[in-house]
Every structure is written in structure tokens, then in C-alpha cells.
């Protein structure tokens, strides 16, 4: 069976989930959503990964997969999400996911991270308000992430 893996990260969390799914299962593929060119229908296996910034999964996902919906349906699919933040999960969920990929895909929640030093001025104002944290921290969940396979 083949299984490409492919995500967006601004700064570096989801890159970091994807390359440990990627190192841990031994795959060989793993490629930027917004570089990928390859014909998805070759893939048995499609593992997404995506931040989530204020409620929003990463816009260029976001189009993926509206875009190759109906292939997705015929995949198997994983999908990860990276945020700090679970409050109102669900309607997170539903307002970035339509029903059919809800239903389809195993989506998994793998924590996140904040890394100060990677955000601009304006993130972390929104972070130390929002979020009441100052400095970078990590919560990856990697006991989720070794569900995904």
C-alpha cells in the first residue's frame, strides 16, 4: 500500500508531527501540500496535516482537500490537526471540514506548539492575550500521533 503524507506548517509544528509519523512508519513520502504534484489517486494511504490558527485549518489545505474530495473519499485518510487550543473543537471541526470528509477521515487532534522565537509581534500579542502564555511551549501529543498508524 502506498501512503504519501502531506501537510502545511508555518512555524514548524506540523512539519515536526509529519516527519515523525513519516520516520516511525517508515515512509518514504512526505511533501508540502502546497508543492505537492504528484497525482493523489497513485496514494492508497493520504495522511493531512494542518495548523490551526484562531479556528482555522491552513487556507491552502483547506483548498486541497475541498478540491480532491472526491478522491479523499476513496482513501484511506488521516487526518492531523496541531492547536494549543480545544475550546469549541467541534465547531472547529464542522466549520473547516464538510460532513462527507468529517464522516470519512480519521481526524486526530496531536496538540501543538507556540515558538516565540518563529512568531511575529502581532501572533504574539494574540497568544499572551488569548492563550495567557509568554514563551514558547510545546505539547505535542505523540501517544495521538502513533494512532494515526
Known amino acids: 500500500m502506498k501512503t504519501i503524507i502531506l501537510y502545511e506548517s508555518k512555524h514548524g509544528c506540523t512539519k515536526k508531527c509529519a516527519t515523525y509519523i513519516k520516520e516511525k512508519n517508515h515512509f518514504e513520502n512526505m511533501v508540502k501540500i502546497s508543492e505537492f504534484k504528484d497525482d493523489l489517486s497513485m496514494y492508497d494511504k493520504i495522511v493531512i496535516g494542518t495548523p490551526v490558527y484562531v479556528g482555522q485549518i ?5 483548498s486541497f ?22 475550546d469549541n473543537y467541534e465547531q472547529m471541526l464542522s466549520m473547516n471540514f464538510d460532513e462527507s470528509i468529517r464522516k470519512h ?29 509568554d514563551h514558547s511551549v510545546e505539547d505535542i501529543k505523540y501517544d495521538q500521533l502513533d494512532l494515526i498508524f
Open 58 to 62: 491552513n487556507k491552502v489545505v483547506k
Open 65 to 86: 482537500i475541498e478540491t480532491n474530495k472526491e478522491v479523499l473519499l476513496t482513501k484511506e485518510v488521516h487526518v492531523f490537526i496541531c492547536a494549543m487550543n480545544l
Open 105 to 133: 477521515a480519521k481526524i486526530t487532534h496531536v496538540g501543538g506548539a507556540y515558538d516565540f522565537k518563529k512568531l511575529g509581534w502581532f501572533s504574539k500579542l494574540i497568544v499572551k492575550k488569548i492563550a495567557k502564555i
